[in-house]
């Protein structure tokens, strides 16, 4: 590992990777930290997911019936022309906002439903079914546009996360053992070094006491 | 050396996304657009309902003190899970919040809390990582 690294076992070396090894050590907390809250955030995001999900779901089931039935009382061209007069621009303002880095899309729509006067077509030829329909397409495309939003943001937080882990998992797995092996080496080597000078100084000591 | 600057990255990218400059409750309630730009220069947009829920927690005179967004500090030797709100409005507001105590000027919050937080403050509140300690 150490050749690897392509170290010298000096004590400069040492504390250099000493010091590399803690600030290698913070970032790993703080990165894992940093994934516990994307966790919370993701999934938070997804329980707010399904549960829009379901009332999406209930609501353009409901929609549907609805129309169906206007539709067999209204007779489908009428209903068709009706709701050809009733076209509309929706105004979305869409924003972005930060989480942990992570920019995630915010739509807010001032109003979706409106009133029947409101909708253009003509309340004296159609029936008070068709409000209903409008009412009810009106609400799914709400909570449509609240959920494209919330899975938007489920999507990038999950890419977020999985960046986060792998850098996490390589400081734990590969830099932070690459640096305490190397440290290790070092240690050893100036150890090895240290008894090295010791067995040299009392053999030359013994040397000279020797001769003297 | 190619790894130190690797973390030194890193670590800097942890808190790019906080704001450069936070705005008072008050100037966000009394703005059009509220946000506010972050470290690498995205906007980070306040939800107008958040901002009334806060604003009818606090009165006008605190609403100037309370900076936004809320930072919560994540920092490793409080242990992991658990992180710090500071500022006299910040904690009264996130104890009222959260149905804690706390009092001064420090508050220790930990992780189920902190999911509530954030699912009760999604914009109005931001991680902060103390990369210090």
């Known amino acids: 590992m150490a050749q690897a690294l392509a170290i010298s076992p000096t004590r400069m070396e040492l504390m250099k990777l000493r010091r590399r090894a803690s ?14 809250a994307l966790i919370i955030e993701f999934f938070e995001v997804l329980r707010r997911v399904r549960e829009v999900r379901a009332k999406a779901f209930d609501q353009l089931s409901s929609a549907y019936k609805s129309l169906s039935m206007c539709m067999a009382r209204m007779g489908t061209i009428e209903t068709q022309q009706a709701a050809n007069e009733s076209k509309r621009e929706l105004q979305i303002e869409a924003s972005t906002r930060l989480v942990m880095g992570v920019l995630t899309p915010t739509l807010e729509v001032r109003k979706v439903e409106r009133s029947a006067l409101e909708r253009g077509y003509s309340l004296y030829t159609t029936s008070p079914l068709l409000d209903e329909v409008a009412r009810n397409f009106e609400v799914s495309l709400r909570l449509l546009i609240e959920l494209a939003e919330l899975e938007e943001s489920a999507r990038v937080i999950a890419g977020e996360l999985e960046r986060t882990k792998r850098r996490a998992n390589a400081l734990e797995y590969i830099i932070i053992p690459r640096l305490l092996d190397s440290i290790k080496f070092i240690v050893m080597r100036l150890d090895e070094m240290e008894r090295e000078n010791f067995s040299r100084m009392k053999r030359i000591k013994a040397m000279m006491e020797r001769r003297g | 050396m190619k790894m130190d600057r690797l973390l030194k990255v ?4 942890l808190n790019l996304h906080l704001p450069k400059e936070r705005i008072s409750l008050y100037e966000a309630l009394s703005s059009a657009k509220p946000h506010v730009v972050a470290k ?14 806060l604003g009818k927690m606090v009165g006008e005179e605190a609403q100037k003190k309370l900076r936004l967004p809320i930072l919560i500090s994540i920092e490793p030797r409080l242990g992991r899970g658990a992180a710090r709100i500071t500022g006299d409005v910040e904690v009264k507001v996130v104890s009222q919040l959260l149905g804690k105590e706390g009092r001064g000027d420090e508050l220790i919050i930990y992780r189920p809390e902190i999911a509530l937080l954030r699912r009760k403050l999604p914009t109005t509140s931001q991680y902060l990582f103390m990369c210090t300690g």
């Open chain 1, 23 to 36: 600030l290698a050590k913070r970032g790993h907390e703080l990165l894992r930290e940093k994934m516990d």
């Open chain 2, 10 to 13: 890193e670590l800097e990218r």
């Open chain 2, 40 to 53: 690498n220069g995205s906007i980070h947009s306040f939800k107008r309902e958040e901002l009334e829920l």
